[in-house]
């Protein structure tokens, strides 16, 4: 299994230790910059998604990974840190028994008419409206 994370930042995450339990079986990229939708730079944040996805390229190349995690791909093809034909290109391009899993909220119709499989969550209500700060072992 291969994770990229294309948001979060540098910080342990609740994902990054779940999927520790899983040892050498699991190869873990943290490639985001943190929340960026606050962002001060945005030809930086373009750069890291851009760096986050040519690891994605040499990974999705790697035959012995079978499962490719993009954690929060699409919030950065949401704010448009990444070209969406050539992200879709790529995904629908991979090599026969690569399976992706793409998450975070407002996939682009593109990505979505390209996908094998969509689920999506719908939110009901999230505490950081009443303005709970993200929390360690929730958000994180």
Same mark, same amino acid.
């Given at each position: 299994?291969?994770?990229?994370?294309?948001?979060?930042?540098?910080?342990?995450?609740?994902?990054?230790?779940?999927?520790?339990?899983?040892? +050498?079986?699991?190869?873990?990229?943290?490639?985001?910059?943190?929340?960026?939708?606050?962002?001060? +730079?945005?030809?930086?944040?373009?750069?890291? &998604? &851009? /760096?986050?996805?040519?690891?994605?390229?040499?990974?999705?190349?790697?035959?012995?990974?079978?499962?490719?995690?993009? +954690?929060?791909? %699409?919030?950065?093809?949401?704010?448009?840190?990444?070209?969406?034909?050539? $992200?879709?290109? &790529?995904?629908?391009? /991979? /090599?026969?028994?690569?399976?992706? $899993?793409?998450?975070? /909220? %407002?996939?682009?119709?593109?990505?979505?008419?390209?996908? +094998?499989? $969509?689920?999506?969550?719908?939110? $009901?209500?999230?505490? @950081?409206?009443?303005?709970?700060?993200?929390?360690?072992?929730?958000? @994180?």
């Amino acid at each position: 299994v291969g994770v990229v994370q294309f948001i979060k930042g540098a910080w342990q995450t609740g994902e990054q230790e779940a999927f520790a339990a899983f040892g +050498d079986k699991v190869v873990w990229h943290t490639m985001g910059e943190g929340f960026t939708w606050e962002t001060q +730079d945005l030809a930086r944040d373009r750069a890291a &998604a &851009a /760096r986050a996805f040519a690891k994605v390229r040499e990974l999705m190349e790697d035959e012995t990974i079978a499962l490719l995690v993009l +954690d929060e791909l %699409n919030i950065a093809l949401r704010y448009d840190y990444l070209d969406l034909a050539e $992200v879709v290109s &790529a995904l629908t391009a /991979r /090599r026969p028994g690569l399976h992706v $899993v793409v998450t975070g /909220r %407002n996939a682009k119709p593109e990505l979505i008419a390209a996908a +094998d499989l $969509v689920t999506e969550m719908g939110l $009901v209500k999230h505490h @950081f409206a009443a303005g709970v700060k993200a929390q360690a072992g929730i958000e @994180f």
